[in-house]
């Protein structure tokens, strides 16, 4: 059995547009919560999950800039 954590992240936001891509400490939100993800000992995978939207496409984007396994849809 596979253990894999799925991280929902989306860049539409009522208080803070684009809050997962955001830089923090010279690195995105984003890529801060799937390193410390991949460090967890009982996980096997990491994926993010985003939607169809365009406004997804940085999200995407960036997964597939560093090799994070990226799931869009439902």
Sequence with gaps: ???????????NS??????????IAGKPMLGW????SRNAEHLDAVTVATTIDPSD???????NA????????D
């Design 33 to 36: 919560v799937v390193d410390r």
């Design 57 to 63: 496409d940085p999200v995407e984007e960036y997964c």
């Design 1 to 11: 059995m596979q253990t894999t954590a799925i991280i929902q992240a989306r860049m």
């Design 14 to 23: 009522s208080r803070l547009p684009g809050k997962v891509l955001r830089e």
């Design 66 to 73: 560093y090799s994070i396994p990226v799931y869009r849809g």
